[in-house]
C-alpha cells in the first residue's frame, strides 16, 4: 500500500469549506476542474484553534479541561506531495532503524497507516524515510536531500499551525538523528533543544514519574511517551560530547525515574506489571534501551560532576569513583548481553566509552606526560575494547554499516584522539589501534557522513602535532 504521488495529502480548501468529499487528484481535483476554479492544497491550519491557556494557565485548564482537545492539521499539499511513502517504508525503518532506537510503537503507527492516516503520521513515515538515506558510492552527494528539505519545512509548518503530538514529535526526533548522523550543524544541535522544549510543552516527561498519567491514557501511550522521552534524554547528553560546557536542555532524571521496559514486550504490546528505574542495577532483562537510557544519564551525570567546584575534595573524589564503577559496570553488562542475545553491541557502549573518557580525561588538551599517564593507566582497558569492538564493523560479522546507529561515530574519534597526544615512545604501539580507529569511521562514513568530519578533525589535530 502506497499514498500515490499523484494525490494530494489533503482535501482542497473548496471541498474542505464546503464538507465535500474531495478525490485530493493533482493538480486539480475533479470537482474543481468540473467548475472551472482553481484547486488550492496550499492551506495550513489547524481545524480549530489551539487553546492558548494550556500555557497561560495550565493549572485552570487542567481544571476545567484536563486535556488538548484532538484537532486536525491540514498541510500545505504542493511540495510534499511529491514525497511516495508506502508499508515498504515502515518494513525498512524497522528492519534497520528501530533495532537500535526502539521508540516508536509498531502496533500504532501499522494500524494508523492502514487506516487513513492523519497528516501529523504522515510526516513521521516521511521522516523514516528521511532517516533511510545513505550516501551513494561516490559519497558526494549533499544529505541536505529534496526529500529531507521538504520533510524538515512541513515539519517546522506543522508545529507553526500548533500539532502538539507525540507523532509529530517523533518526525522531529528522527531529523534530529538524521542531523547529528550527517553532521549538519548547527541544524542537529538547535532540532535537539527543539524536541526537549516541544516534549517538555506536550508533557511527556512526567511519563518517568513512577505514578504518571496511567488513569488519563493507556499504558502502551504512556510507555511510547516514556521511551520518545529518553531518546531525547539520550541525544542531549550525546551531542554536548564535542563542547561539554555548554547546558543541557533536558533537566536530568532522578533516581527513581521509571525506564522503558523490555523491547521485544513493547513491540508485542504486552507490557511488564512492573518497572524498573534508574536506580536498578543493570540487567538483562532491562533491554537495550533502558540500558541505554541508563547510560545517558550516568554520562550527564559526569557532566555535572566536572563542571561542579567541590566544596569537599573527598567526596568529589568518592563521586568519581562511584561513577567509575558504576559505568564499568553498565559496560560489563553490554558485553554479557552481546553473547546471550548474540546481538551487536550498540548506543549504551557508546555512551560508556563517552562517559569514561569523559570522566577520566576532561582536560582533553594536556599533553604533559604525567596527566597522559595517569589517563592512560585508567583507559587503556576500555581503549583495547574500542579496538575490540571496532572490529565488528570493519570485519561486518555482527551488524552491517548500513544499519548502524550513528551514536557509534564517538568512540573512534575520542579514542584516536587519546593515541594522538601520547608522548613519542609510545608511537610503534599505536600504529595498528590508530589505523584501525581510523578504519572504523572510514567504513562507518558508508551510512554516516559526520564520519567523514570526524576523519577530518583527526588529520587536523595530527598536523597540529607535526
Known sequence: MALSESLAWNACNFCQKRKRSCDRLLPSCSTCTARGIVCDYSMMKRSTPFPPGYFLDNAVFQAYQSSLPTAEVVLAGTALDAISISESVLHEYFQRIHWWMPVISKLRIYGEFRKRPNVETKLQIAAMKVLLWHPPADGDADPRTRTYNIVKNSVIEAVSAGALTLP???????????????????????????????????????SLQPESLSHVISQMELEEQRRTWWAIVILDRHIQLGNQRRPLSTPDPSADSVLPCDDAAFDEGVLPTSAFTVSSSPAIEMGMLARMSQAGFLLGRVYRHNQNKPTDPSDHEDEFWQLDRTIRSLLNLSYVEGEVRRMAVCG??????????????????????????????????????????????????MVRVEDASPLLLTWPYQAARIYN??????????????????????????????????????????????
Request: glycine letters at 4%; a negative charge.
Open 168 to 206: 509529530l514529535l517523533q518526525a522531529q526526533l528522527l531529523l534530529a538523528i538524521y542531523e547529528l548522523g550527517h553532521a549538519i550543524y548547527p541544524t542537529a544541535y538547535l532540532t535537539i533543544g527543539a524536541c526537549s522544549r516541544y516534549g517538555l510543552a506536550l508533557g511527556i516527561d512526567l
Open 348 to 397: 549504551q557502549t557508546d555512551l560508556c566509552f563517552s562517559a569514561l573518557i569523559a570522566l577520566h580525561d576532561h582536560q582533553s588538551l594536556r599533553t604533559d606526560e604525567a596527566y597522559v599517564d595517569t589517563v592512560l593507566s585508567y583507559l587503556k582497558p576500555i581503549l583495547d575494547l574500542m579496538s575490540w569492538d571496532s572490529n565488528i564493523f570493519i570485519n561486518g560479522t
Open 421 to 466: 597526544r601520547l608522548p613519542e615512545e609510545y608511537e610503534e604501539t599505536l600504529v595498528s589501534p590508530m589505523k584501525q580507529m581510523k578504519e572504523k569511521l572510514k567504513v562507518m562514513s558508508r551510512r554516516w557522513k559526520a564520519a567523514d568530519a570526524y576523519l577530518q578533525l583527526l588529520e587536523l589535530r595530527e598536523t597540529t602535532r607535526a
